[in-house]
């Protein structure tokens, strides 16, 4: 969909508007609440809460902290680290299910 809009015009804007213009965040946070209660989910949902399961999922599932880093496109590594503390209640649960003296 992206290329019929751009019609062959690059653009460095990920997300683009019908007219091929860079969508504004406002708009991309509307298009997730849309989609959100189309869904089903009343809980407060916003780019910002996909961005961090995102995070969470990717360290949860072993992936190492530099490249969630990258990823997020965080200048430094300790702003990472808040999504640390997920991964850690993730650890303890599997510890407490699957080692003896858990």
Do not use: C, K
Not at 34 to 49: C, D, F, N, Q, V
Not at 53 to 71: E, Y
């Amino acid at each position: 969909a992206r290329a019929a809009i751009l019609s062959g015009q690059q653009s460095e804007d990920l997300f683009v508007t019908a007219r091929g213009s860079g969508m504004t965040r406002v708009r991309f946070w509307g298009i997730v609440r849309e989609h959100a209660l189309r869904a089903g989910i009343m809980s407060p949902l916003s780019p910002h809460t996909l961005r961090h399961a995102f995070a969470t999922h990717l360290l949860n599932h072993g992936a190492d902290l530099r490249v969630v880093q990258l990823l997020l496109g965080h200048a430094d590594i300790s702003t990472t680290t808040i999504y640390t503390h997920v991964a850690r209640e993730r650890l303890r649960e599997l510890h407490a299910r699957h080692h003896p003296r858990g």
